[in-house]
């Protein structure tokens, strides 16, 4: 038998999204590297140089890292998309204008478009929480958003990453101090993406399909 429009486009939507998702972070990447062979200086290290280092690595990070996060839920979806699919997936765009900030002298702009990426990825993830718990065998997910659990770097830095850039645009920040929360970028990216896999694993793992008779 035939299976119905609804099941088909169903059966299609974690693709789709995995590659629109994909096609992002890629654009993402591109736009940094570019600048990086562009306009931005690597050598001599000095403190400066070793701060653009620390931010572009940050950049790479996280761009990946959000890359894991959307895919591997994105492999459980198997439902009718909806506009938040697409509004959460078009969020890591914000990476852009981090990484237009990166590797210039005054840091201020990074430190601040470092908070409103952090901002907005906390949004982006529970927005794609939320929308999972459409399907009722994944009601459980939200769990991976909250506070102390992967994502608690990102609630972290919003308020860290502000102070720094106030601190910075009023020249009250010393140069190691930029250069350790510019360094926090890339331990983040590596901590966030380890932290969820193991609890999206754990997750996975408690997913018990839906039978008609629990569903009704």
Not at 178 to 198: D, K, Q, S, Y
Request: overall charge neutral.
């Amino acid at each position: 038998m035939d299976e119905d429009l609804e099941t088909r486009v169903a059966r299609q939507f974690s693709s789709l999204y995995l590659t629109l998702v994909s096609v992002l972070v890629g654009l993402v990447l591109a736009d940094l590297f570019g600048q990086v062979h562009e306009r931005m200086v690597l050598w001599p290290l000095t403190l400066e140089t070793i701060r653009t280092w620390c931010q572009i690595l940050g950049n790479t990070l996280v761009a990946l890292s959000a890359w894991i996060t959307y895919s591997h839920l994105g492999l459980l979806r198997k439902r009718l998309p909806t506009i938040w699919d697409t509004l959460d997936a078009i969020l890591v765009l914000v990476t852009i204008p981090l990484n237009a900030a990166t590797g210039r002298h005054e840091a201020a702009a990074y430190f601040f478009w470092a908070a409103v990426y952090c901002l907005l990825g906390i949004s982006a993830v529970r927005m794609n929480l939320r929308q999972a718990t459409r399907e009722p065998a994944l009601a459980h997910l939200p769990r991976l958003g909250r506070f102390g659990g992967p994502y608690t770097f990102l609630y972290l830095g919003v308020p860290s990453y502000l102070a720094v850039a106030v601190a910075s645009y009023l020249h009250l920040a010393p140069p190691l101090l930029e250069v350790a929360a510019a360094a926090l970028g890339p331990v983040a990216g590596v901590l966030v993406a380890i932290l969820f896999m193991r609890e999206w694993r754990v997750a996975v793992l408690q997913t018990q399909p839906v039978r008609p008779s629990d569903a009704g």
